[in-house]
């Protein structure tokens, strides 16, 4: 079954502890990317991959880093968050940038106390 | 800039009647797509429908249809026969060619069936 898995679904943690939401996909797909979701702000890009070790920033990526050494996995790590990022996070990914339909992991709510 | 706009915050349908969400649109890229994604309760992001700014006919996939008016910039989406379980958060979204890839959503519409 084609799909986005992200691990974990839910987590709280504390300001300052590093944590890594880790994303992986089977699709054999080049582009993955980061969003956060906020009520009133809606889904905004974190960061975004067009192939392996080709990262780059989207929108809001300040506090994460991603990397990209497998084609399949673009985990997201947090090095000292703060109550700012709490959030809602999705991984997403699909064939190609733009113009294929992006696929969405199940979500990552992320609550830091 | 980029920007999605949808105008209905909250929709009621009564069970197997037509919908349909409002979605308009702002770009200047040359080629673009317009995606419409549907988030339940439980938060998955689900794919509806996708639209490519040079296709000629309007897409379909099985209830779902996009009424996509490039002049006026708007992809409105339709649901026939609503179904309880349709009841959800919808969103439009946009990614253009010279946007790496970067869906811009709307602030979405929320739908609620009535039975």
């Known amino acids: 079954e084609a799909q986005v898995t992200q691990n974990p679904r839910y987590l709280i943690t504390v300001t300052g502890k590093k944590l890594t939401v880790t994303c992986s996909q089977n699709?054999?797909?080049?582009?993955m990317s980061w969003y956060r979701q906020d009520p009133g702000l809606g889904l905004r890009q974190i960061y975004y991959?067009?192939?392996?070790?080709?990262?780059d920033k989207g929108d809001v990526p300040e506090g994460y880093k991603v990397s990209r050494k497998e084609k399949r996995n673009f985990p997201l790590i947090l090095e000292s968050p703060s109550p700012n990022q709490t959030s809602l996070y999705f991984c997403?990914?699909?064939?190609?940038?733009?113009?294929?339909?992006?696929?969405f992991g199940p979500g990552t709510r992320l609550t830091v106390t | 800039a980029q920007k999605i706009t949808q105008t209905q915050p909250g929709m009621f349908v009564q069970e197997k009647e037509a919908v349909t969400l409002d979605c308009t649109y702002d770009?200047?890229?040359?080629?673009?797509?317009l995606f419409w994604y549907k988030q339940p309760s439980s938060g998955e992001m689900i794919f509806l429908i996708y639209?490519?700014?040079?296709?000629?006919q309007n897409a379909t996939e099985g209830r779902y249809s996009l009424n996509f008016q490039k002049a006026r910039k708007s992809a409105n989406l339709v649901i026939s026969a609503s179904q309880l379980g349709d009841s959800a958060m919808y969103f439009c979204?946009?990614?253009?060619?010279?946007?790496?890839?970067?869906?811009?959503f709307g602030q979405g519409t929320e739908l609620s069936v009535k039975p």
């Open positions: 770009t200047s890229d040359p080629s673009y797509g």
């Open positions: 699709m054999n797909h080049e582009y």
């Open positions: 991959s067009m192939n392996v070790e080709v990262t």
């Open positions: 997403a990914s699909s064939l190609s940038p733009g113009t294929n339909e992006q696929y």
């Open positions: 639209q490519g700014s040079y296709d000629q």
């Open positions: 979204a946009m990614s253009g060619y010279n946007q790496g890839g970067k869906l811009i």
